[in-house]
């Protein structure tokens, strides 16, 4: 062995020595040694103290006589006394090993200038084989360690050799064994010491780890105890306040847990914790609600206390919540209570013990039972013997069975209906619905009259059915889905139907290709296809058919109630034949001019009424509190009060011109706001206005003020004249409305975009019901402008139209402003 491996090998020695606390010599020659690792040997300390000492006093040996040697001998005698020190330093470093290695260790130890490590000692006691393994399979610490504790030892030894850090480990072999591995940095040398923990050095290295684990929980639960929001403490059998968190020193009112322990605050009046401590004292743990006072406010809370080794353990947890909720889950029930009794129907509640739990008063009526003996909760059973004995219910052969079927209610899943008759003729609608908490809910219900109703009414419908077969009239009616759904005989021999096919409930597209031989003009067919599909417009349509055998037919489409439509045609063919003998042009067209002004008084007349209360229904079902509708059904309902409106001022319109031509209209008289007027107008024709995207202007000079008329009669005419500009006016387009005051009249001027009125129109449009579109978008009855006419001219003054056709029209109406030239007109 050469002199600088055997000084490596002694460094390394005394660096393994220098673990178990002694500080031999050689530790001093090392300027890179740092500090020494704890090792418990089992010899004795003062051996080791002198194997130290020996050791140091034989390195100073040698480095003074080398010293000595090179100042006063030659080379020949300082090698020769070299050797001499070389064998004793052997020997010495022999005995050492022996005496460190007395116990099963190992010992592996880097070099500051290599990577390849020394490792000595008994190897088996990490490799059982290692006789036929070599050392450095001790380096794979995966192979005699679990996977955790082996990363924990590479990354150990990895800070070890990297920059010097220290270590003690507690590991397991995967024998089972428990082993000590200690890593220190001496005299530039990175060692590691693993030795087996037994005896009195495992039992503690045991006990050092529990008591650590025991810390640790203790301080989670200390942790966990003070992030709680309730308050919670412990207490000696004294009642001394040890241990108090947050919540605890937030409820009592102080600054801190400290103040609260070092107060000894307490959190509960004296009577309560009286109560507490005598529970505690008679048994192991005490819970109540109990009222405490926070920030002046009285909370409950839900105390809990525990009796523990040296006192007690307690927590406080808020019940305000629970206490408001069972308050409001308690006032529910009894609304759900009192909402019942006001039900027509019978309601009955039996809780899982098939008691009676509750009954409404209708309950008690329609069975005519004791209050008394509702009062006792009698169970399910006893009720309906009570009922069977006084023939309230059904008669039944084996009324034990039937009884047995109908408790099944208590374990079904889903609600049963029925239907019992009652002996006294009676018919009771019965509705079991078994509860979430366990028990039946029974509904009951007098359906006599609804029974009685549906007779009468299928009686009605077969005869109404008997009458429709008999009738000389052809009538056929068409669901909202345009089949077919009703007809008569007379309807399929008018057209030569099969009335087979009918049966199949043929759609109106159908039967108008099985008619169109008899009769196939197209407008009349799409009339008669928009009557009975469409869902705008629901009111009666008149039909005259001139068929290609030459007969004529009267007929209408009549909308019924339930959006279904009925067709009815009658053959006139002879009456026509004699009124076409009979009449002659003028006389027929003065004729049909005089049916249409009674049919528009009759019919304006007429339909007033029904119109009114189509649209007082409609707003009706539109109402939130009617209950809701599905989106079609409000769609269907936005159609039917837009129509209905539309008619209705329709209606209207005939019905003023009516008044004026009778001379029956008079004026209401009184100041009118000229701008007031124009803003109300245009207020009404907003949304067509958005929805075109057209532009209104309007040109009124400031302080116009006001002349005598009517209001609402102006309003009218200005709503007209604007309404009929916003229809001939093309998208984008602009509408002018100005007003302007003369020295005895006030004229309002409507000027639109349109393509304007041809000079042979010109003359015809304050005419009843013409209606020209010109090209335009205008649709419409045609009356508009006669009323503007009729209600400017009642008031003494006049209307003018200015057209140029391709540039707009501008309709202008002047009123008088003189107050005697108005009551002229008013008279």
């Not at 009720?383 to 023939?391: E, I, K, N, Q, S």
């Not at 649709?779 to 139209?801: I, N, P, Y």
Request: hydrophobic share 45%; proline share 4%.
């Amino acid at each position: 062995m050469s002199g600088t491996s055997l000084a490596r090998g002694a460094l390394a020695l005394c660096g393994a020595l220098s673990f178990g606390g002694a500080t031999p010599a050689c530790a001093a020659d090392g300027a890179a040694t740092t500090g020494f690792l704890d090792i418990v040997l089992t010899l004795a300390q003062h051996e080791i103290a002198a194997v130290a000492l020996a050791l140091g006093v034989l390195g100073f040996s040698v480095v003074a006589t080398i010293l000595l040697m090179r100042t006063r001998l030659s080379a020949a005698q300082v090698e020769g006394r070299l050797r001499g020190d070389v064998r004793t330093l052997q020997s010495e470093a022999d005995r050492l090993r022996a005496l460190l290695f007395t116990e099963p260790q190992v010992l592996i130890s880097w070099p500051a200038a290599s990577s390849r490590p020394e490792i000595s000692g008994d190897l088996g006691l990490l490799l059982p084989t290692s006789a036929q393994q070599p050392p450095q399979r001790i380096l794979a610490f995966g192979t005699w360690l679990q996977p955790e504790q082996a990363l924990q030892m590479d990354r150990a030894v990895d800070a070890l050799r990297g920059d010097g850090t220290s270590f003690a480990l507690n590991l397991t072999t995967a024998a089972g064994r428990t082993i000590e591995a200690l890593g220190r940095a001496i005299g530039g040398q990175a060692i590691v010491r693993i030795r087996e923990l037994s005896g009195v050095r495992r039992d503690l290295a045991e006990t050092s780890l529990r008591l650590k684990q025991i810390q640790d929980e203790t301080e989670t639960l200390r942790a966990f105890a003070m992030a709680l929001p309730w308050p919670v403490w412990v207490r000696r059998t004294d009642g001394t306040l040890t241990f108090a968190n947050d919540a605890y020193a937030q409820a009592a009112e102080v600054t801190s847990v400290d103040e609260a322990i070092a107060r000894n605050v307490e959190l509960l009046d004296s009577a309560h914790r009286q109560d507490m401590v005598r529970a505690l004292q008679d048994g192991v743990s005490f819970s109540a609600r109990l009222p405490v006072v926070i920030a002046g406010a009285r909370r409950m809370f839900d105390v809990r206390a525990l009796k523990v080794a040296g006192g007690s353990a307690g927590v406080a947890v808020d019940a305000d919540e629970a206490a408001a909720l069972t308050e409001a889950l308690a006032r529910m029930a009894e609304a759900h209570r009192r909402t019942l009794d006001q039900l027509s129907s019978g309601v009955a509640v039996f809780d899982g013990q098939r008691r009676l739990a509750f009954h409404n008063e209708s309950y008690r009526r329609l069975w005519g039972l004791d209050q008394a003996f509702l009062d006792g909760r009698p169970d399910d059973s006893s009720v309906l013997d009570r009922l069977r004995a006084t023939r309230k219910i059904p008669e039944q052969t084996d009324f034990r069975q039937w009884k047995a079927k109908l408790h099944e209610a208590y374990r079904a899943v889903e609600p049963a209906k029925d239907v019992w008759y009652l002996p006294d003729g009676r018919a009771v609608s019965v509705v079991t619905t078994p509860n979430p908490e366990g028990g039946v809910t029974y509904l009951f219900d007098d359906v006599t009259e609804s029974l009685k109703l549906a007779r009468e009414y299928d009686g009605l419908i077969r005869v109404q059915r008997e009458t429709l077969d008999n009738l000389a009239e052809a009538v056929a009616v068409f669901g909202s889905n345009g089949r077919a759904t009703l007809f008569n005989p007379s309807f399929a021999r008018m057209w030569k139907l099969s009335p087979e096919a009918l049966d199949q409930h043929p759609h109106i597209d159908m039967v108008e290709t099985w008619c169109r031989p008899l009769f196939d003009e197209a407008e009349a067919w799409q009339t008669i296809r928009a009557a009975v599909t469409g869902i705008g417009n629901r009111s009666p349509v008149p039909l005259r058919l001139e068929r290609k055998d030459g007969s004529v037919l009267d007929g209408a489409a009549l909308p019924l109630p339930d959006g279904a439509t009925m067709l009815t045609f009658q053959d006139v063919t002879d009456s026509v034949n004699v009124e076409r003998a009979l009449r002659e042009r003028n006389e027929a067209l003065e004729t049909a001019d005089q049916m249409k002004v009674d049919f528009v008084h009759h019919v304006s007349y007429e339909l007033r009424s029904p119109l009114t209360t189509i649209i007082g229904f409609a707003h009706f079902l539109s109402d939130p509190a009617t209950g809701p509708l599905t989106p079609k059904q409000d769609e269907y309902l936005g159609y039917i009060t837009s129509s209905t409106n539309a008619l209705l001022a329709i209606i209207n319109n005939i019905l003023d011109l009516a008044t004026i031509d009778a001379g029956a209209m008079t004026l209401n008289l009184g100041p009118v706001d000229i701008r007031a007027a124009i803003d109300a107008a245009a207020e009404g024709i907003q949304d067509r206005l958005a929805r075109d995207h057209i532009t209104l202007h309007v040109e009124v000079a400031p302080g116009i003020g006001s002349f005598t008329g009517d209001e609402r009669r102006v309003v009218q005419v200005l709503y007209n004249l604007l309404a009929n500009a916003v229809g001939f006016s093309p998208l984008d387009g602009v509408i002018i409305i100005s007003a302007r005051r003369n020295d005895d009249s006030v004229s309002f001027t409507v000027t639109d975009s349109g393509p304007g009125i041809p000079p042979d129109v010109k003359d015809k449009v304050f005419d009843w019901f013409e209606s020209h579109a010109n090209g335009s978008r205008h649709r419409g009855a045609g009356l508009g402008l006669s009323l503007v006419r009729s209600f400017v001219e009642l008031h003494g003054g006049k209307v003018g139209v200015d057209s140029v056709v391709g540039r707009g029209t501008s309709v202008t109406c002047v009123f008088p402003s003189d107050q005697a030239a108005h009551r002229n007109a008013a008279e």
